[in-house]
Every structure is written in structure tokens, then in C-alpha cells.
């Protein structure tokens, strides 16, 4: 097996936290490549991690990986899902997508406001894989009313845990990459990889 991966981000955050996971691989962003961003037309999940995976390694000529993740509300029949880094609006900030989530939740009490964050990754050997490794983790919990927590990013400070008692946003990074979304995809896909 192919020991370099694109990563088809540029987000160096993203890289490293991949990259402590899959050890045995080189991950290089696809800027290095100046590969052209895709957009995100699928209407899934699995759809878009799969469109981006493919355009990298069309553009690389690398196996790429890529990752699409979101929230999903059961109240909101699933929504922001897909749509969750633009739930406000195109170039709308995290706090913009939460304070929008915050107002649409207000009348739901806590108890029917169950979501889910959810990561799918795909990776493709070429770009026309008819078989791409497909790997996904989900991460259950419950959206709280106000905002608490200083770490993470995007609806971490308002995805409640119940098990823990503690917003995501209140976790250490090192606990929160163990047991998130993306922790226990990229878990599922080292399984595939091995």
C-alpha cells in the first residue's frame, strides 16, 4: 500500500490531528498540489467526503482522503447537517451557525434536543475507485441552551454530554480526539487501512 496521502484540506489543524493517528502514513495537504476546491454538491455526508477525495486524487494522482462532518439535530429533522459550517449563511462565523441554532431550538426543551455529530471519511486509491474505503463515526449528545467551554470550535460549546456533564467545548483536546466524531472514524478507517 501507498505510504503518502493527500489530505484534501489545507486546514493544518485538521493535518496534524490526522496525522497522529495515522502514523504510518505521510499526509500532505492538497495545497501542495494547488488543487482546486470542489464544491460540496452532494446530498449527503458520504457524498461530499467522496467528491473531495476523488478531486484530489484526480488532481494528485495520489490515494486522498476526506473527511465531511456536521451536526445533526433531531428536532431540526437533521438539519444543520450538511450544512452545518454554513447553517447562517455563506462566510457566516462559528458563533454566527450556533446563535442561529440557539434560536431555533428556543422553544425545544432539553430533553428533545438529542443530536449527533457525525464525520464520514473517504478515501480513494484513485480518482474512479470503484471500491473507496468509507469510514464514519458518530458522536451522540445534546444541544444545552447557553454556551459553556473555551476549547474546540463551531457547536462545541453548546453539544452537551450527559455522560461527562460537560459541554465538548470543556473536554481537553487530548480526551475530546479520543472519543469525538472524528476520533472514532479515523479509528474505524485504520481498522480498513490494516
Known amino acids: 500500500m501507498n505510504t503518502t496521502i493527500v489530505l484534501a484540506t489545507g486546514n493544518q ?3 496534524r490531528e490526522f496525522q497522529a493517528v495515522l502514523k504510518q502514513f505521510e499526509l500532505l495537504p492538497q495545497s501542495d498540489y494547488s488543487v482546486p476546491e470542489i464544491a460540496e454538491t452532494g446530498l449527503s455526508f458520504i457524498e461530499n467526503a467522496l467528491l473531495k477525495a476523488q478531486n484530489a486524487a484526480k488532481y494528485t494522482g495520489k490515494a486522498a482522503l476526506a473527511d465531511d462532518s456536521g451536526l ?3 428536532a431540526l429533522e437533521g438539519a444543520p447537517g450538511i450544512y452545518s ?3 447562517a449563511g455563506i462566510g457566516a462565523s462559528d458563533q454566527d451557525n450556533l446563535d442561529k441554532l ?5 422553544s425545544i426543551p ?3 434536543r438529542t443530536a449527533r455529530f457525525v464525520c464520514v471519511l473517504a478515501y480513494c486509491r484513485y480518482p474512479a475507485d470503484p471500491l473507496p474505503l468509507i469510514a464514519q463515526g458518530i458522536w451522540e449528545g445534546v444541544i444545552s441552551h447557553q454556551q ?3 476549547a474546540g470550535f463551531g457547536y462545541d460549546p453548546v453539544f452537551y454530554l450527559p455522560d461527562l456533564k460537560c ?10 480526539n479520543a472519543i469525538s ?3 472514532l472514524a479515523l479509528a474505524d478507517l485504520v481498522r480498513q487501512l490494516s
Open 13 to 15: 489543524g485538521k493535518i
Open 72 to 74: 445533526v439535530v433531531d
Open 85 to 87: 459550517a454554513r447553517y
Open 102 to 106: 440557539l434560536v431555533e431550538l428556543n
Open 110 to 112: 432539553f430533553e428533545q
Open 148 to 150: 459553556n467551554g473555551e
Open 167 to 176: 459541554t465538548s467545548a470543556q473536554l481537553k483536546p487530548e480526551h475530546k
Open 181 to 183: 466524531h472524528r476520533g
